[in-house]
Structures are given as structure tokens and as C-alpha cells.
T-cell receptor, first 113, second 117 residues
Framework: ETGVTQSPTHLIKTRGQQVTLRCSSQ?????VSWYQQALGQGPQFIFQ???????GRGNFPPRFSGLQFPNYSSELNVNALELDDSALYLC????????????FGDGTRLSIL | GENVEQHPSTLSVQEGDSAVIKCTYS??????FPWYKQELGKRPQLIID?????GEKKDQRIAVTLNKTAKHFSLHITETQPEDSAVYFC????????????????FGGGTRVLVKP
């Protein structure tokens, strides 16, 4: 069984730039959720994708957007980067409405200078 | 929306002692409560979870209790070992078919547990 994989592991950007983070879901999973974890805090829900559509969104502005592909992998895009976007971005996969838990990837550490 | 509060924020215990972490939630519709352990620089790993139709669940040295009436749940670690040192997060969600609810996990702020040898 292949677990959740994310790329890249680390990324450094400057304010105003755009970034794309990638996630491959665990085999057999069809739902991907993205979370932002600031240093010393719990993860915050950004949005979730199922059947290539956004299914629920947290309190994040529209410059945070995503995609899900037919193979269930997903991308998180952030435009007009701000210093506060510096965080660990976690992807979690699960099986839609299966009553099974979400499993996380190792995350992408994004630093904004 | 859901709000989850977690206490304490830090917990230092002697090896072999027990550790207890408590969480409260605000949304009475929440029905799923996982606990994650996150070691420095690593992914959150699910260690135990409980659903709202169960009051207690145990897995070796780890147990979780749920009080739906009071809207709080707790993690109990017995016979703590140095490898239990990590940050622990509680979370809550509701499994629903309503779009836009998202089955999202709402996390507590975390508890840093240090087990002293």
C-alpha cells in the first residue's frame, strides 16, 4: 500500500510570487484534503476535493485554489504569496464517506521571504 | 463552525507515569474524534480515534474517552516511555453527505508531551 506523498519537501518564495504544491493520495483513496499548519499550531483546514470538485472550504481567501486529477492526485496553488503564508502544508487522503480516517503526507515546508 | 480547545499546551511526565490530554468541542453534530501524534519534522500520525456511538476505546497503552453530553474527549497514555515524547493533536469532524461541510477535521492547538527518563 502506497502512502500519501507530497512534493516538494521544502520551498522558498518571495512575497507576491505564486506556488504550486503537489500531493499523491494513498492507493485506494479518492478524497484529498489540504491543511495549513503554522509553527506551533494545529493544522487548519483549507479545502477538500472529491471527484475533481471542491467539497468544502475553510476560512482561506480565493488566492488559495486547488485541483484534483482523475487519478485522485491533487495540487494546491497559492497566488500573491504573503509572509503569513509561511507554514507546513499538509495533504491528507481518505475514502469518501467510508468512515475511515484521513492519513497525512509529510508536508511541504513553505517559507516566504 | 466547529471549535476545538485542547489542554494542557505542555505536559511533562516521568517515565512510567500516565499522561492525560483533554479536548472540548462546540458542535454537537460532530461524530468523529481522532488523535494524532506529530514528532518534530514529521507527519501527523493517527494513533487512535473514537466515534460518537462509543464512550471509550483502548489500544494497548492508549485509551480515549468521549462524553457527548459535555462535549469533551480525552486521551490517556499509561506507562509512558521516552518515545511517547511528541506533540499530540485532538480533532473533531462530522461525517455528512452535505456538500460544503467537507468532512473537515478541526484540530485543537496541540499538547507538547515530554517524557523524562
Amino acid at each position: 500500500e502506497t502512502g500519501v506523498t507530497q512534493s516538494p519537501t521544502h520551498l522558498i518564495k518571495t512575497r507576491g510570487q505564486q506556488v504550486t504544491l503537489r500531493c499523491s493520495s494513498q492507493s485506494g483513496h479518492n478524497t484529498v484534503s489540504w491543511y495549513q499548519q503554522a509553527l506551533g499550531q494545529g493544522p487548519q483546514f483549507i479545502f477538500q476535493y472529491y471527484r475533481e470538485e471542491e467539497n468544502g472550504r475553510g476560512n482561506f481567501p480565493p488566492r488559495f485554489s486547488g485541483l484534483q486529477f482523475p487519478n485522485y492526485s491533487s495540487e494546491l496553488n497559492v497566488n500573491a504569496l504573503e509572509l503569513d503564508d509561511s507554514a507546513l502544508y499538509l495533504c491528507a487522503s481518505s475514502l469518501w464517506l467510508s468512515n475511515q480516517p484521513q492519513h497525512f503526507g509529510d508536508g511541504t515546508r513553505l517559507s516566504i521571504l | 463552525g466547529e471549535n476545538v480547545e485542547q489542554h494542557p499546551s505542555t505536559l511533562s511526565v516521568q517515565e512510567g507515569d500516565s499522561a492525560v490530554i483533554k479536548c472540548t468541542y462546540s458542535d454537537s453534530a460532530s461524530n468523529y474524534f481522532p488523535w494524532y501524534k506529530q514528532e518534530l519534522g514529521k507527519r501527523p500520525q493517527l494513533i487512535i480515534d473514537i466515534r460518537s456511538n462509543v464512550g471509550e476505546k483502548k489500544d494497548q497503552r492508549i485509551a480515549v474517552t468521549l462524553n457527548k453530553t459535555a462535549k469533551h474527549f480525552s486521551l490517556h497514555i499509561t506507562e509512558t516511555q521516552p518515545e511517547d515524547s511528541a506533540v499530540y493533536f485532538c480533532a473533531a469532524s462530522k461525517t455528512t453527505m452535505i456538500k460544503a461541510a467537507g468532512n473537515k477535521l478541526t484540530f485543537g492547538g496541540g499538547t507538547r508531551v515530554l517524557v523524562k527518563p
